[in-house]
């Protein structure tokens, strides 16, 4: 039985009315508070949030399951019981709204009596003795599940970095336990640090799950029809619980050999259903075919937080199937579930003191080595990488950071923190450095998957000074001490222990643990509400990127309005390239009948590949004389001695073309190692070509070596390094471009063309780049001011369309483009400056001109319906049903002769600020 009471008069420290209790067989299990649309939502939250306090109902709450509050204007939020305000949820559903108001809407999906239950029995939880509900994305993305589950099918499901997928995960694995006969779950993992965080999610919610420790400790219980929960990380597959090299071995002997070391009685007790975490990363390998291999007859479900891109997502699509669910970046920030993100590009000036010393010193360092040995050291030392990892750039980098330590709000007051992404392990111990002199010690630490072990520097000392290696045991070793005020030897056996502590004090007590330096570690998998900055000092890209910026989009607290991205590597291009993948590219899902179609496609182009490259191989070394053993090869590849300047040149060039075209043959093999069958190989063809990418390997190993291009680089890192801090010197920092208080529109409207110098170099020097960029921020800008007068903004649509084409066709010169541009984003942003478009003088404001541009330029008639509005309206009219319908009734009767669409008109009143 189902029932509603209104305004239910209950007894406890103080008496309290809710508007709404709703009963189920007599139990109430939810409450709703209503609101005038005048009043904010939040006021019926804060009463609910009231009412469960020991001073007002707390006992009323004892059966409550879904603790909501609502208006016309806003709609529902609805929680559970101690839900805190802002994690309130709002409903969303893609469906056909038949309601005139908002509130009407949400409560009817929400409050279906179906649904209601269902919401209680499959969605409810105690995380870590918090109770939790679902948001609507988890709600859809297991219902579709269910479905897949139903007809036997895999597929992914891909919810956005924040979203709550672990959750997801276990309220998906809850119902399976509970309607599938026999059901066992089994979740893997490729990273340590997600196996333990998915232990602890379904540990937090009361559900034992068994973390196995071992491949064989693996097999033993999914031999056994218990426990029914396990964890795992992909690597437990392999033949000694390692990832095996996939450039040598053959996916069938693989297999073949593993199933040799499974017991003889081994067959997987229950129906198994495999969750794959990170799915966009475990989608391909031995190990994932051993996987499937091993449990022929599972179901595999693939979770990422990122979408699938280009070879990947083909790639997953084969594995797993189709998409389940999706819930993309851009909805989880509209839903307010993670915090959106401010980016601001910070350039490090670098200069050459002295190029002449620079060229002096290399020459004496080198005068030993072949050419293309000079070459390998110029290419090591003189990349950007190596150069800007000089100690003058780093201490600016340190220094811009301390600086926003004194001056960003949280971050000096200790609410909130800061991680750092270097590019090297040895990055991080020299800032690491830097920031303990300058009075972090003890609130900065590195986290990387370094362990300062004594084998890691055998064989580093030359005489010469510190390897980078011989660097970086130090630091790590110091730090370690430091930190646990014991010797570097004991201390350095605590990196786990270390490790824990740190995350753990980051999380919970920032203004003791206030910056993590990291490399690779915690760029995945790490929540960490408070991390509020993110300094980046590292190339990244696509996934690693994305999930990189997502560690500081959690919520926490009111004073976090936004994760901030601070970017010293210029990525400001792949940022934008990065976020437009993640949010508007087309990530539904294929069709069932085509997979089949990618994977064919996909593999005879890797085919192709391998064929191609091995052919251009056999071919670069057909001229080597027969039987073409080692002596042979060197003999066509290296000079003699003595030989002449055109011989030399000759024979570098021919090495050079070895090297690189062997290399890329063992790419095109490795991609393709574990799929030979597939690709269409005999086991004989496969066999003969592994021997061949073998014997060619070691051919160019040999040839290396004869020729005197292989270079010891360690016995020139330290004088390199020094070179690097006496001849490199940098400024301080130079903000690029800043969107944290200006959008480039608006700078461009009060700055002029000047405005685009502050653009990053790779899009300034790109014209095409540059006037793309332009063009999108005016067309968002139209689109989001086209309530305000749908005709005018249509009319400047219009004019952008025209001076898009008139650029690409050369029709002006891009300094006429910009100026016009410009012209054009002033009308856009700013309508009343537009004087090329004449009103009557009684068109005066705004509003009245909306409105003469949008019902037929009629001039009485806008001047009847603007009287009527300004007569008629009430404080506070927007939003209330009876106020709002008193206007439109005032129209209705000024107008009647004209039989105006009065919704219409109110559509466009509603959009008019100076009408509020």
């Known amino acids: ?65 879904l603790v909501m509050a609502g208006n016309d204007t806003q709609g ?38 179906q649904r209601f239950l269902e919401l209680i029995h499959d969605f409810m939880v105690f995380d870590a003795g918090r109770k939790k509900t679902c948001r609507h994305n988890q709600y859809f993305g297991i219902n579709a599940a269910k479905k897949f589950i139903a007809r036997r099918e895999g597929g992914i499901i891909w919810h956005t970095q924040g979203s709550g997928k672990s959750l997801t995960m276990v309220w998906l694995a809850k119902w399976i336990r509970e309607n599938v006969r026999d059901s066992r779950v089994l979740v893997v993992t490729d990273r340590t640090e997600l196996d333990e965080q998915i232990e602890k999610v379904f540990s937090g919610v009361d559900e034992q799950i068994y973390r196995s420790k071992s491949g064989a400790d693996l097999v033993d219980k999914l031999n056994k029809p218990n426990p029914w929960l396990v964890c795992s990380l992909v690597h437990k597959f392999g033949r000694h619980g390692e990832e095996d090299d996939e450039s040598t071995v053959n996916a069938d002997d693989f297999i073949s050999e593993m199933k040799k070391s499974l017991p003889a009685d081994f067959s997987p007790k229950g129906d198994v259903f495999v969750f794959v975490d990170e799915c966009h990363r475990t989608q391909s390998g031995l190990l994932h075919a051993a996987m499937k291999s091993i449990l022929p007859n599972a179901l595999f479900i693939g979770f990422t937080g990122t979408p699938l891109m280009k070879e990947d997502k083909k790639k997953s699509v084969e594995v797993f199937g189709t998409y389940i669910h999706t819930y993309k970046f851009n909805e989880a920030v509209s839903d307010g579930v993670v915090l959106d993100l401010r980016y601001e590009a910070r350039d490090i000036d670098q200069r ?79 800032v690491y450095e830097m920031f303990a002199d300058a009075g972090f010690m003890g609130k900065c630490a590195i986290v990387t998957s370094y362990q300062p072990n004594a084998a890691e520097i055998k064989g580093e000392e030359t005489g010469a000074g510190a390897t980078e290696k011989l660097s970086k045991y130090k630091i ?9 005020e014991q010797s570097e030897d004991e201390a350095a056996k605590r990196v786990e222990e270390f490790e824990q502590t740190v995350k753990k004090r980051f999380i919970e007590e920032p203004g003791q643990m206030r910056l993590l330096i990291v490399v690779d570690k915690l760029l995945t998998g790490f929540d960490a509400p408070s991390a509020t900055y993110l300094y980046i000092d590292k190339k990244m890209a696509d996934h690693n990127l994305f999930q990189a910026i997502c560690r500081v989009n959690r919520l926490d607290g009111d004073d976090k309005d936004y ?53 251009a191989v056999k071919t670069l070394c057909e001229p080597v004389k027969a039987p073409k053993n080692q002596i042979d090869y060197q003999h066509y590849f290296c000079c003699q001695p003595g030989a002449q ?103 461009i409207v009060q700055k002029g063309t000047e405005a685009l110098d502050g653009l990053p170099k790779d899009m300034k020097n790109n014209p095409e780049a540059m006037a793309e960029a332009i063009e999108n921020n005016v067309r968002k800008t139209i689109v989001d001011e086209n309530p305000v007068n749908p005709k005018y903004y249509e009319q400047m649509s219009v004019l952008l369309d025209e ?11 891009y300094q006429e483009y910009l100026e016009k541009v410009r012209e054009l984003a002033k009308k856009v942003k700013y309508p009343a400056s537009n004087t090329a478009k004449a009103y009557p003088e009684t068109m005066d404001t705004m509003a009245k001109r909306a409105l ?35 206007i439109a009734r005032a129209i209705q009767q000024e107008t009647a002769e004209y039989k105006v669409d009065v919704k219409a008109v109110m559509d466009l009143i509603k959009a008019q600020k100076e009408y509020h």
């Open 803 to 813: 001076l898009i084409e008139q650029r690409r066709q050369q029709a002006i010169s």
């Open 76 to 113: 529902l939020r609805y929680g559970t019981i101690e839900t805190t305000a802002k994690h309130y949820l709002e409903w969303k559903e893609d469906c056909v709204n038949p309601y005139e108001y908002i509130l009407d809407f949400h409560i009817s999906r929400i409050c279906q009596k």
């Open 352 to 430: 050459v003191k002295s190029q002449k010393k620079v060229d002096e010193w290399f020459e004496a360092k080198t005068k030993d080595l072949s050419r293309l040995g000079k070459l390998q050291i110029k290419q090591k030392w003189g990349s950007m990488q190596k150069l800007l990892s000089s100690r003058a750039r780093l201490e600016q980098i340190v220094g811009d950071i301390l600086m926003d330590f004194d001056t960003k709000p949280r971050l000096k007051e200790g609410r909130g923190n800061a991680m750092l992404v270097c590019a090297s392990v040895y990055q991080a111990c020299k």
């Open 476 to 484: 790590y070793r110091k730090m370690l001490a430091e930190f646990f």
């Open 852 to 886: 003469y541009d949008n019902f037929g330029n009629n001039e009485v008639l806008v001047t009847k319906i603007d009287t009527a509005v300004r007569y008629t309206k009430k404080a506070e009219w927007l939003g209330d049903r009876f106020k709002e319908k008193e």
């Open 645 to 747: 300047e055109e011989e030399l040149s000759e024979k570098e060039a021919l090495r050079l073309t070895l090297y690189q075209s062997v290399s890329k043959l063992i790419r095109c093999f490795t991609n393709i190692a574990s799929e030979m069958p597939q690709a269409g190989y005999s086991k004989g063809e496969a066999d003969m070509i592994r021997q061949e990418v073998e014997h060619y390997s070691k051919v160019r190993d040999e040839i290396k070596i004869a020729s005197g291009d292989v270079v010891d680089m360690k016995q020139f890192e330290p004088a390199m390094r020094q070179m690097l801090d006496l001849y490199i010197d940098a400024d301080p920092s130079e903000t690029l471009m800043d969107f944290e208080e200006l959008g480039l529109i608006e700078l």
């Open 563 to 615: 994760g901030y991205i601070i970017d010293y590597k210029d990525l400001f291009k792949c940022l934008e390239k990065t976020v437009k993948d993640y949010t508007k590219e087309a990530f539904e899902g294929y069709d069932k009948e085509d997979v089949a179609g990618l994977l064919k496609d996909r593999l005879k182009m890797a085919k192709e590949d391998l064929d191609n490259a091995l052919e």
């Open 1 to 65: 039985d189902f029932a509603i009471a209104e305004e239910v008069t209950l007894k406890g420290e103080n008496k309290k009315r809710p508007d709404l209790v709703l009963y189920v067989n007599g139990i109430a299990l939810g409450v709703i508070e209503l609101k005038r649309s005048s009043v904010s939502v939040f006021e019926g939250i804060a009463q609910s949030l009231d009412n469960q306090k020991k001073d007002f109902i707390r006992n009323f709450f004892t059966t409550m399951q």
